[in-house]
């Protein structure tokens, strides 16, 4: 029984390695003499020990993660997004457009990131436990630049019905930016492009040995995405 529970299929609910050691022993516990059951849990305390070690040693191994996410939100923070900020053209871009619906987007996306941020501590903690602090780190750190700079590009994948028809409706009313406003936008990317390649270049080594979907996008997605992520800059960061 314990077996055929064990290997039940679904596409959403799978074991974590202690949950499916936890639910074998229950079930042992059940099955097995006093004797018996000690011998298995030693073996089992061995087996989750050595578990635990390679945790610890894959963390270790690899710091590449957490350094690259670091300098990567430092030049967002210092280089990147200051710039959109300094001049008129933020402000004046989105006066025609239902600032209404702006609000609601914005406040949509800090429930994403909320959200977003839930879900990579609760999956950390549920696989890692306290093991693995450097991918935490890494991942906390990857948030945070969603943070000062909206990554629209995930965000538009996890809306529901009404925050998809918002964001149609504001995109067709922006995606012509005014030229001195479409030249700083272009330059602050081309910029980001070269930051990306070098940084990537820095922590993991030569970037044409490596399979990585960067920049996989169409020439409308990339505007798309350009203009909705400026759209939902917050100066604050969204409090992150």
Known sequence: ?????????????YFTAWEE?????????????????????????????????????QDNQDLRESAFYEDLYN???????????MGPFLGLIWLPV?????????????????????????????HNRRFKPN???????????ACIFPDYHSFKHRMDEPT???????KAKILQLPEETENLVNRKFNELREFMEA?????????????????HFSQEEEREHRVMSLLLLDR????C
């Open 199 to 215: 940084n990537f270049t820095k922590h993991y080594g030569d970037i044409r040995g490596w399979h990585i979907a960067v920049g």
């Open 98 to 126: 239902d600032t209404t619906k702006i609000d609601f987007l914005r406040a949509e996306y800090k429930y994403f990131l909320n959200d977003s941020k839930k879900e990579l501590l609760t999956s950390h903690f549920r």
């Open 21 to 57: 050691w936890d639910f074998e022993a229950t079930a042992f516990q059940d099955i097995l003499n006093e004797e018996q059951f000690a011998t298995y849990n030693a073996v089992l305390n061995e087996t989750i020990q050595r578990y635990e070690k390679g945790l610890i040693e």
């Open 236 to 239: 604050k960061g969204y409090g």
């Open 135 to 145: 991918q935490l780190k890494g991942s906390l750190l990857r948030h945070k630049v």
């Open 164 to 170: 998809k028809a918002t964001s149609q409706y504001l």
């Open 1 to 13: 029984m314990f077996e055929q529970d064990k290997d039940i299929y679904s596409d959403k609910h």
């Open 75 to 85: 030049y967002y923070q210092q280089h990147f997004v200051p710039d959109f900020f």
